[in-house]
């Protein structure tokens, strides 16, 4: 039988919980920071991606999950990081409102 450190360690949830932690307190202390520029291209796609993905499968299964919490993030940043991803995958503003009127999400 496994200890419940031994649980906790393997247990995805309690282990991306950490780690999204982390990963924020990073994240703002480098914006704090002004060290962006250093920050690898290739590991802001990363975290964009894994976001993206588990997102993507929390709604597709069901669940009505906020983008993020209130107040988080400005309409800037949402517009920025929405107009790299459709052109991304090619995808039209106007397809993506003809799909989220056909998708009822």
Do not use: Y
Request: with cysteine; net charge negative.
């Amino acid at each position: 039988m496994s200890s419940p450190d031994q649980d906790a360690k393997t247990d995805p949830k309690t282990e991306l919980d950490a780690l999204s932690g982390e990963a924020l307190a990073e994240v703002e202390r480098v914006l704090s920071g002004g060290t962006v520029a250093e920050v690898p291209d290739e590991t802001v796609q990363a975290l964009l991606l894994a976001a993206v993905r588990l997102f993507s499968a929390k709604r597709d299964s069901g669940e009505r999950l906020d983008a993020f919490p209130a107040n988080s993030v400005t309409a800037t940043d949402v517009a920025v990081t929405c107009v790299a991803m459709t052109e991304a995958v090619n995808l039209e503003l106007f397809e993506l409102a003809l799909w989220h009127g056909w998708s009822n999400i």
